[in-house]
């Protein structure tokens, strides 16, 4: 077989691969969710390091999964009952509202946030509470004169 640049640079490929393959292997295998079939020591007892590239837990930093808070709002009468919602920093919430009536909107402006209710139409969302404060959420609609009235609060408490 003749060796022309094809040949030798797979040749070159294969020789570089089994170099960097091996560390790879070691790396991946030192997961602490990766199983072992062999009888030696346990991977699972091995603990994640700089090193090895997995993400450690930063110190004093909550590990605690968010709440998950849901609330159930009515819009009539160019109100919203409850008017006034509170929730802890990071919980993801879940907003249902139910128009009895006419059609109204829902807005949060620090979070971005911005939803129709149609009349006699429920309407349900989620966001993530990032930021703690309260923020008015108001009825962003100007068709009727009610809607300048409509508001409540927000109450996020920092963790």
């Known amino acids: 077989m003749k060796l022309n640049r094809r040949h030798l640079a797979l040749l070159l490929m294969g020789a570089g691969a089994s170099l960097l393959l091996p560390p790879l292997i070691r790396r991946v295998g030192s997961h602490p969710s990766a199983h072992s079939t062999s009888s030696g020591p346990t ?3 091995v603990e994640p390091s700089a090193s090895s590239g997995w993400p450690e837990p930063v110190e004093g930093q909550d590990q605690a ?3 998950r808070p849901e609330f159930s709002l009515v819009a009539r009468n ?32 620090e979070y971005r946030i911005v939803r129709r209710i149609p009349a006699g139409e429920t309407t349900t969302f989620e966001f993530r509470a990032d930021r703690a404060g309260t923020f008015r959420f108001y009825s962003n609609l100007t068709g009727e004169g009610g809607h300048a009235d409509m508001q409540g609060q927000l109450v996020v408490r920092a963790r």
């Not at 006034?84 to 059609?103: A, G, H, M, Y």
Request: no cysteine; proline share 8%; aromatic share 14%.
């Open 43 to 45: 991977v699972s007892n």
């Open 65 to 67: 999964p968010p709440n």
């Open 78 to 109: 160019y109100r919203y009952n409850p008017d006034r919602l509170e929730v802890t920093q990071d919980d993801l919430v879940t907003l249902t509202i139910r128009s009895e009536d006419f059609n109204y909107s829902f807005a949060i402006d």
